[in-house]
């Protein structure tokens, strides 16, 4: 059954409110995107009262009519952009205000002859515009680049500026070429295709910041809360993907001496210092281009990818003595070493659990010869045979 077009602003002005009372339930949920879903609401909500004022822009004298009805759906798509810009911090309000004095003052120049004329081409160039923009602030967004859901608003959105741009540019010409009759045929697609947008758009921002949201959900959980590295699950997750690419790897475990009495003497504060202040030492010296992690307590372990067991041990060597040369606390008196175990991928271990279990027996080795050392896994001494 074919719909009127009364029927069709119909459903896009019920879509746009209930995308905007979906995006206005999941603002409070979501206190980090506050602004951003805030702003969305605020972009369905204008562009319903847009479509609503379209209904009836025939009803205000000259021009009037046809461009309010615009500029508020223009509005509505810039609030659109401008929640898309607030996800990476940017901001584009002056910009959108001159775009619409700009808009406003090219149908300030339109008599009511033209009004129709204006409305159906001219007027589209400025919301394709405007949702290009926002397809391509979507698609190079640092913040967003990681989730698996970003291609879909980036094609909802530049689905909609293409056939605004067609509408402006390419529909002006096959009119020329067929005449008027093709313009009801415009306007019903026009509103089939908003009503798509309407009910596209919302859903797939709100999945957007959703997957954001299990995204550092996921990154907490895989984080030591104290020192700011990964956590064990990390490490067994992570580490695990990094061997499977590498043939050459080694790992290194630390162990902080004698940690127990510094927490004894200082106070459990002042030994979370020394945590905090070993993980920096360790990871400015070790660098970003491997896995290094508390496993838990005062043990830690650093994945070394592309690093064999000799370039492996100046770097445990490095991280041990510039921690042993640092003063640690708030006062600036509490001095702490580390013991180091290292073992290397072939010949300790071919997988990341064995590794880290012959690293661990290097680590005790380097403990009962006196602490702040590193020291090579050993193999495993042969049962011998009953």
Same mark, same amino acid.
């Given at each position: 059954m074919q719909l009127d077009l009364l029927t069709l602003y119909g459903l896009a002005i019920g879509t746009l409110l209930v995308g905007a009372g979906m995006t206005l339930w999941e603002r409070q949920a979501r206190a980090e995107r506050s602004?951003?879903?805030?702003?969305?609401?605020?972009?369905?909500?204008?562009?319903?009262?847009?479509?609503?004022?379209?209904?009836? #822009?025939?009803? %205000?004298p000259g021009a009037i009519g046809w461009a309010l009805s615009n500029l508020v759906i223009l509005s509505g798509y810039l609030l659109v952009l401008n929640g898309v810009e607030r996800l990476d911090g940017h901001r584009y309000a002056r910009k959108s205000v001159a775009l619409l004095l700009f808009v406003a003052v090219?149908?300030?120049?339109?008599?009511?002859?033209? #009004?129709?004329?204006?409305?159906?081409?001219?007027?589209?160039?400025?919301?394709?515009?405007?949702?290009?923009?926002?397809?391509?602030?979507?698609?190079?967004?640092?913040?967003?680049?990681?989730?698996?859901?970003?291609?879909?608003?980036?094609?909802?959105?530049?689905?909609?500026?293409l056939f605004y741009a067609f509408r402006a540019l390419v529909l002006p010409v096959l009119a020329?070429?067929?005449?008027?009759?093709?313009?009801?045929?415009?306007?019903?697609?026009? %509103?089939?295709?908003?009503?798509?947008?309407?009910?596209?758009?919302?859903?797939? %921002?709100?999945?957007?910041? #959703?997957?954001?949201?299990?995204?550092?959900? %996921?990154?907490?959980?895989?984080?030591?809360?104290?020192t700011g590295l990964g956590n064990r699950q990390r490490f067994f997750e992570d580490g695990a993907a990094m061997l499977t690419d590498s043939t050459c790897a080694s790992l290194l475990a630390f162990d902080l001496d004698h940690f127990k009495s510094i927490n004894d003497r200082y106070g459990h504060a002042a030994g979370d210092q020394v945590l905090k202040s070993f993980a920096a030492i360790a990871q400015e010296t070790i660098g970003s281009r491997t896995l290094l992690v508390r496993l838990g307590g005062?043990?830690?372990?650093?994945?070394?990818?592309?690093?064999?067991?000799?370039?492996?041990?100046?770097?445990?060597?490095?991280?041990?003595?510039?921690?042993?040369?640092?003063?640690?606390?708030?006062?600036?008196?509490?001095?702490?070493?580390?013991?180091?175990?290292?073992?290397?991928?072939g010949a300790d271990g071919v997988d990341l659990p064995s590794l880290l279990s012959a690293a661990d027996r290097a680590l005790y080795s380097a403990k009962a010869l006196g602490r702040n050392r590193i020291e090579f896994a050993r193999p495993l001494p042969l049962l011998a045979s009953a």
């Open positions: 602004a951003e879903l805030g702003t969305w609401a605020a972009g369905y909500a204008v562009l319903a009262v847009g479509c609503g004022l379209a209904i009836g #822009r025939t009803h %205000l090219a149908w300030a120049s339109v008599g009511s002859d033209a #009004r129709s004329i204006f409305w159906n081409y001219c007027s589209a160039l400025p919301i394709a515009l405007v949702c290009g923009l926002t397809a391509w602030r979507l698609a190079r967004s640092h913040t967003l680049r990681p989730l698996r859901s970003l291609p879909i608003p980036v094609a909802i959105a530049g689905g909609h500026a020329s070429i067929y005449g008027d009759e093709i313009l009801p045929s415009l306007a019903e697609a026009t %509103l089939y295709e908003g009503v798509l947008y309407s009910m596209a758009m919302p859903m797939a %921002l709100l999945a957007l910041v #959703r997957e954001e949201a299990q995204a550092k959900l %996921l990154a907490i959980s895989r984080t030591d809360f104290l005062e043990e830690f372990a650093a994945l070394l990818p592309g690093q064999n067991g000799s370039r492996a041990s100046e770097i445990g060597e490095a991280v041990a003595r510039r921690f042993a040369g640092t003063v640690h606390g708030e006062s600036g008196n509490i001095r702490a070493t580390v013991s180091v175990g290292l073992a290397e991928l």
